[in-house]
């Protein structure tokens, strides 16, 4: 499974952005995806992640009614909507698969990776 990240950008505090994580080389309905984001100096951390059929979400506590993840397995692609956000929000964001219904927040049970998409938040 092949996953390339693409949306990061430069945007002022309280704006919003969309993540995406396109997939290939399996089938996406199988695979849950989570997102993961590294800041400067600091170690990768989970961010939100979705199950294969898209009915169970999980977030981090830092992010939970701000960012909403979604997929649309016809397109095979995953969203990392992300709304007000903050500053402490700026990290390269990584989005991940696993094979299964189970999604975790541990990122030693994910297989597949994407480059990483970098998200700058300025204020």
């Known amino acids: 499974v092949q996953l390339q990240a693409s949306g990061g950008g430069l945007v002022q505090v309280g704006g919003p952005l969309r993540l995406s994580c396109a997939a290939s080389?399996?089938?996406?309905?199988?695979?849950?995806m989570g997102w993961f984001r590294q800041a400067p100096g600091k170690e990768r951390e989970f961010v939100a992640a979705?199950?294969?059929?898209?009915?169970?979400?999980l977030y981090a506590d830092s992010v939970k009614g701000r960012f909403t993840i979604s997929r649309d397995n016809a397109e095979n692609t995953v969203y990392l909507q992300m709304n007000s956000l903050k500053p402490e929000d700026t990290a390269v964001y990584y989005c991940?698969?696993?094979?299964?219904?189970?999604?975790?927040?541990?990122?030693?049970?994910?297989?597949?990776w994407g480059q990483g998409t970098l998200v700058t938040v300025s204020s």
């Open positions: 979705v199950s294969g059929d898209g009915t169970s979400t």
């Open positions: 991940a698969a696993r094979y299964g219904y189970y999604i975790y927040i541990d990122d030693s049970k994910y297989n597949y």
């Open positions: 080389g399996g089938t996406s309905g199988r695979f849950g």
